[in-house]
């Protein structure tokens, strides 16, 4: 397979939509649609009253009608939810989801996938976060059920999944590890998924690409010798990229903003890369025409793209928020914080500092601190041996009752919470309360005024696609 030369990154919360992902498909690159939290997505979209009808439209297309009736009967509001009223909560997934929790996981995944390829031959990948297992392998069922090209998966070593995606391409049974904080014996606890305990008669799915993202040479040497044929490209993502970052290797220094160092030891050799012989991709400050011709000439098929997609008309990101943002890319005023907390996965997590988002202290002070989502919690080894859920954002004294400690707690946002306010679903508390924002980004931010035409303060993801391939 020859793929394309770029691939639009995976954004979550849903900021790499459908329409995004379907507008960079269509123009003949790899579009990527985000698998996390996609089931509370679909539940607040179909309480949204599912504006245009998209998501309905995609469930008509499943191949199991009976499991949408149910979820359109639980979820669906003919005229959307009175705004000022709260959204209603789904089950958070734990270690063993119910039948109706993993039917919704399936759905969810499967709308994404369907619109993204929806009108075009293009190539359309999921990207999904390793350090979030319960969802992980009902989503990949449905996404696979949808045709999805490409599973793409971040923020951890993925060894697991190629044997996940070559069961479920057979309607096998599989199985997943969930660490467990504490455990006495040090082991997983294995996490079990059967599709024929979802349905009477299995779906056909459709066998997709496996890349993970990885940030080194040796972690990709691993994925590799590990999976062996299961791996079919790589993506390797540097420091400076969007989202989530792995941690500096060694012990981490921090500069005098508090932010962790990366050295000369957390460079990639790309030589040793191309050397692996599969085809790859550079994401991270690589977006631009120059960078890919770099990246090529490196041996790589291309780059993955994050940022400058993020803010495009057809991310999933509110309006007024990528305005903000673009205004402050023009001005040059923009302010990247590389926030070694505030992600409850301990991962550095870069924070785009904007007015009203918790990337404001007095804003992150003020907020109390809630969590009923939970998709970025941890399994613990309860005293009684069995197993517990935590969240180092969730309030503080549960979290000790739970054996978490005060320097873990401290400084920790609810990005599930914030995340879900990107796009445009805030949950709505007591009082009238809205849950705030909190953006990421990449460093690489300066192109959007090479991309914003004169007179203009948006873009569309075909102009980036037009830069990026210096058209
Ligand atoms: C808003 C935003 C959210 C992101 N979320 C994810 C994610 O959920 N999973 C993931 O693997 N990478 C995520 N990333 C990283 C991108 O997929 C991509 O690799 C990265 O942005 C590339 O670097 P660039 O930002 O310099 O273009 C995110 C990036 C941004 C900007």
Redesign the pocket.
């Known amino acids: 397979m020859i793929f394309p030369q770029i691939i639009q990154?995976?954004?979550?919360i849903s900021?790499s939509s459908w329409q995004l992902a379907n507008a960079v498909a269509t123009r003949g690159q790899i579009g990527v649609v985000?698998g996390?939290a996609i089931d509370l997505v679909l539940v607040r979209s179909l309480q949204n009253g599912d504006p245009g009808g998209h998501r309905r439209r995609a469930m008509a297309a499943f191949p199991r009608q009976e499991v949408v009736e149910r979820i359109l009967e639980k979820y669906f509001i003919a005229d959307g939810k009175e705004p000022e009223k709260a959204y209603s909560n789904k089950t958070m997934v734990g270690e063993a989801p119910s039948i109706e929790l993993q039917e919704l996981l399936i759905v969810a995944n499967f709308v994404e996938v369907y619109l993204a390829k929806e009108g075009h031959n293009g190539l359309v990948g999921i990207?999904f976060?390793h350090k979030i297992q319960t969802p992980m392998m009902p989503s990949i069922y449905g996404a696979m059920l949808a045709g999805v090209d490409v599973i793409i998966v971040?923020?951890g070593i993925p060894l697991e999944i190629p044997k996940i995606i070559d069961g479920l391409s057979r309607n096998e049974a599989v199985e997943f590890s969930l660490p467990v904080k504490g455990a006495t014996d040090g082991a997983p606890f294995k996490m079990q998924f059967d599709p024929n305990l979802v349905f009477d008669d299995c779906p056909e799915p459709h066998t997709p690409y496996f890349f993970p993202?990885v940030s080194s040479v040796t972690l990709a040497n691993l994925m590799v010798k590990k999976c062996g044929e299961g791996v079919n490209g790589l993506i390797i993502?540097g420091p400076?990229?969007?989202?989530h970052n792995a941690p500096p290797r060694g012990k981490t220094q921090y500069n005098e903003r508090g932010e962790p160092v990366y050295g000369k030891r957390d460079e990639v050799d790309f030589e040793k890369i191309r050397d692996i012989g599969l085809p790859f991709f550079i994401?991270?400050?690589f977006?631009s025409h120059e960078k890919l011709e770099e990246a090529k000439a490196m041996g790589a098929t291309g780059i993955?793209?994050?940022?400058?997609f993020?803010f495009s008309d057809e991310s999933g990101l509110t309006a007024e928020i990528k305005l903000d943002a673009v205004r402050h890319c023009l001005a040059g005023t923009e302010s990247i914080f590389r926030d070694p907390v505030a992600s409850p996965t301990g991962f550095p997590f870069q924070v785009l500092s904007l007015p009203d988002t918790l990337s404001e202290q007095d804003v992150y002070e003020d907020r109390k601190r809630i969590c009923d989502l939970g998709y970025l919690r941890e399994a613990y080894q309860k005293e009684d041996g069995s197993l517990g859920w935590r969240c180092a954002s969730e309030p503080l004294p549960a979290f000790l009752r739970k054996g978490g400690t005060e320097e873990d707690a401290k400084g920790r946002k609810c990005l599930c919470n914030s995340l879900m306010a990107n796009i445009g679903m805030p949950q709505r508390r007591k009082g009238g309360v809205e849950e705030l924002p909190l953006l990421?980004?990449?460093y690489?931010l300066t192109a959007i005024k090479e991309i914003v035409k004169p007179g203009k303060e948006t873009y569309s993801a075909s102009e980036v696609v037009d830069f990026l391939l210096g058209e």
């Open positions: 990154g995976g954004m979550g900021v985000s996390t990207n976060l971040g923020a993202i993502e400076t990229a969007g989202g994401a991270g400050s977006a993955q793209v994050g940022s400058l993020a990421t980004s990449g690489n």
